[in-house]
């Protein structure tokens, strides 16, 4: 058959093909079959109505016609049920019957039943004419003898024309029955016919739709296996060729990604060494143990084990077992130590309050993210003022547009910043929001660019770093970080 030669150019084009004609083949039967029985049975409704007005005309006409003529005889006429009024009636019906009748034979039949009715409307018209003459009674039964003898020839017609109904409708019955046969048959040859050409249809559309899932398939395959560089061919079907070509555009962006996350990798790598040389400076240890030193020979020994323990904890959790992520909490505690030793080295010129909610305590995030920070509140801030230093550390949850973050600010009371400073160190930040590279060109605050940088590299827009300052008053930096969930890190 054509239909299963032709090569479809969509899925879309067969589903609709397959559909269209199946409901053809299955609506247009039923249509035909339903149109020829409401048909058939409209004409055995017809006669079957016929039928019955003609039995009730033969049933009734002859004693009413009758009884209404003697009674109009004897002086008893009733106005409402005078015989020429009945009469009138039964032609109405007669008439009605005749324009019904299904064959020009019962016509036939119904006009001389008709003709026979208005023999005995001319009877009547005499009688009524011999009353109002005062005609002897005894012509009047005579005519009425005249009338029972027409009426007796109205029955048998009106008998006949029922019989001839009759026989009609045992024709028209065994006619539907047969049409209802053969509908059937019919019916049946279609809905066998149907399932041949579902089961037909079904195998030429699964293996014009299945060869091009498996061309798509291998195509995946072999870039789950490393081979970037293979790629769908024209498959031939609308659908496919564009799923095809979505998938070859994602196998060049997986690829273009591939080389974009080697390369991120290799500045992660970067990025961690320069944290940690910049962490682990020959001049903060020699700075630190020169402190020692000094409150040794000035006999300071509990300051001495202070300051000890507090560089001793600040490089174990510096190195973390070379793990890059740790918990708020240890954060917390490596931003103490850090502190701890900065207050031994610089005095009463240097406090410090940290208030984070405990509720983030158990909340991770990378390495060395407030340390940073806390340095260049110090030697930026606070060092080059005359007064006493303060440096404040807040976190928490905070409500943002992009969901639940955790915030840090760092604050202190040092020297500030202009407004071009500040617009400078922002405009260096958005440069390396844009080139994550940059921060290795940068030499002023390189701690603060480090920090953002690796935000950059881990998080994306998901995480930012405000800056505000107000000269001669002091510098907050805020952090807002993506809540990480722990299982996905560890």
């Not at 041949?196 to 293996?207: N, P």
């Not at 994602?250 to 990798?265: C, G, H, S, W, Y």
């Not at 207050?343 to 991770?364: F, N």
């Not at 953002?452 to 002091?474: H, K, M, T, W």
């Amino acid at each position: 058959m054509k239909i299963f030669r032709r090569r479809f150019t969509s899925i879309k084009d067969a589903l609709h093909f397959s559909n269209t004609l199946m409901l053809a083949l299955t609506v247009i039967p039923i249509l035909v079959i339903s149109a020829v029985y409401l048909i058939s049975h409209q004409q055995y409704q017809k006669i079957i109505r016929n039928v019955q007005v003609a039995d009730d005309i033969m049933q009734r006409a002859e004693v009413e016609i009758r009884d209404s003529l003697w009674y109009q005889i004897i002086g008893k006429e009733k106005e409402e049920a005078s015989p020429i009024r009945i009469i009138y009636r039964y032609e109405n019906e007669l008439n009605e019957l005749k324009q019904l009748a299904t064959t020009t034979e019962l016509r036939q039949t119904a006009d001389v039943a008709l003709r026979l009715l208005q023999t005995i409307e001319h009877y009547a018209w005499q009688i009524e004419s011999n009353i109002t003459n005062d005609v002897p009674v005894a012509e009047n039964e005579i005519l009425l003898e005249e009338i029972d003898s027409v009426n007796e020839q109205l029955s048998e017609t009106l008998q006949e024309y029922v019989t001839k109904e009759i026989d009609l409708a045992t024709a028209q019955s065994r006619q539907i029955s047969r049409l209802i046969y053969f509908l059937l048959f019919v019916e049946s040859v279609v809905v066998i016919g149907l399932l041949v050409f579902i089961h037909r249809f079904r195998k030429k559309l699964d293996r014009e739709i299945n060869e091009p899932i498996e061309d798509i398939s291998r195509m995946v395959e072999k870039i789950a296996h490393g081979n970037w560089q293979a790629r769908v061919p024209q498959l031939g079907l609308a659908e496919m060729d564009r799923l095809g070509a979505d998938l070859n555009d994602m196998a060049d962006q997986v690829e273009i990604l591939f080389d974009q996350n080697t390369q991120k990798q290799k500045n992660l790598a970067v990025s961690e060494m320069k944290v940690l040389q910049a962490q682990i400076t020959p001049h903060f240890i020699y700075n630190t143990l020169d402190a020692i030193l000094t409150l040794a020979q000035q006999e300071e020994t509990k300051l001495v084990e202070e300051a000890t323990l507090a560089l001793s904890n600040y490089f174990k959790i510096t190195l973390n077992k070379g793990r890059e992520w740790i918990t708020v909490a240890r954060e917390l505690e490596h931003v103490r130590s850090y502190l701890d030793i900065l207050k031994i080295r610089y005095g009463p010129i240097l406090s410090y309050e940290i208030c984070v909610d405990e509720i983030i305590h158990d909340q991770i995030l990378l390495k060395m993210i407030l340390q940073p920070l806390v340095e260049n509140a110090m030697y930026h801030g606070i060092k080059n003022s005359r007064r006493r230093g303060l440096i404040e550390i807040l976190g928490g949850y905070t409500d943002t547009d992009d969901g639940q973050k955790i915030f840090f600010t760092v604050s202190d009371n040092g020297i500030g910043m202009s407004d071009h400073k500040l617009a400078e160190i922002t405009a260096n930040l958005q440069q390396i929001s844009d080139t994550p590279d940059a921060a290795f060109s940068l030499e002023s605050g390189y701690g603060l660019y480090n920090v953002y940088q690796r935000l950059c590299l881990y998080f994306g827009e998901e995480a930012r770093l405000l800056i505000d300052s107000v000269p001669n008053q002091g510098t907050t930096m805020t952090l807002l970080l993506p809540v990480i969930n722990k299982e996905s890190v560890i």
